[in-house]
């Protein structure tokens, strides 16, 4: 949809005023295992979220700066490829009335200028840490943990999830695993959620799906960053190139606090 808040800002004045159908293109959002973690999550049974890790990243062995992830023009970078789905999940969490506040972040940018890791410590609302990771140096655990007050829920696939999987729950007295089966892929579960709303004749799809004002900035609350144009399917691990290191310096650091 846009690089930046602004060109977001703007194609959202037609998308308005023409009562366009526009959904964002986060897959998982559709899948019925983030239904059910959200569900277990307003279930309370592990009280109040505490914290929240996320990680997406894997290791791309060569740069191509004609390739989409490398070009800055074409939206380039980890943090436009990767990074918007972690951050699609806080805006999941987050109630109206909150805000998502940056602690801290680093990172690294490729020869090509674009970003190719990237680390962040937010708040979310008042109580909620959060600690997200993404890039393309390093193959990463690329889970979903958060920590409640009365134990912790578990996605090893949160972000590209099979027909078949599970959420690991941690509570006091007990650990187990919750299967969960779709009846249709990650890609299939989003084109019936969009063809249901296309009949009803609805403009959004309802939640979890993410809707057009969780990119924008949710009601009554500001997101204190630019947010996150449509994200494409990422570039699976099994799609690298793999070839010997050129030898040059890949990239250099950066940092805020």
């Given amino acids: 949809m846009s690089l930046n808040v602004e060109e977001a800002k703007i194609a959202e004045i037609p998308i308005k ?14 899948h019925v295992q983030t239904k059910t973690l959200i569900n277990l999550i307003n279930e309370n049974e592990f009280g109040k979220i505490l914290s929240v890790n996320a990680s997406f990243g894997f290791n791309v062995k060569k740069i191509k700066p004609e390739s ?16 918007c789905y972690p951050f699609s999940f806080l805006n999941l969490i987050c109630k109206n009335d909150e805000n998502i ?47 409640c007050e009365l134990g912790s829920l578990i996605l090893s696939n949160p972000w590209l999830p099979e027909v078949k999987s ?29 063809s249901a709303k296309i009949q009803d004749k609805k403009v959004n799809a309802k939640s979890p799906s993410v809707e057009l004002k969780t990119t924008q900035g949710r ?39």
């Fill in 101 to 147: 506040e940056f602690e801290s972040a680093k990172g690294t940018f490729a020869i090509t200028g674009v970003d190719d890791s990237a680390e962040a410590n937010l708040i979310v609302g008042n109580n909620i840490r959060s600690n997200i990771r993404i890039g393309f140096k390093e193959n990463l655990d690329n889970k979903l943990i958060i920590n």
């Fill in 17 to 30: 005023k023409f009562d366009v159908m526009f959904y964002e293109a986060i897959t998982y959002t559709s």
């Fill in 219 to 257: 009601e009554g609350g500001q997101i204190e960053t630019p947010p996150a144009r449509i994200c494409p399917s990422p570039v699976e691990p099994s799609r690298k190139a793999n070839t010997k290191d050129s030898g040059v310096p890949l990239s250099k650091s950066y940092a805020s606090e």
């Fill in 166 to 194: 599970f959420i690991q729950i941690n509570l006091k007295n007990s650990n187990y695993k919750k299967f969960i089966t779709s009846d249709k892929s990650i890609f299939g579960n989003q084109i019936q959620n969009v």
């Fill in 68 to 83: 989409r992830i490398y070009n800055k023009s074409l939206g380039g970078g980890a943090i436009l490829d990767l990074g």
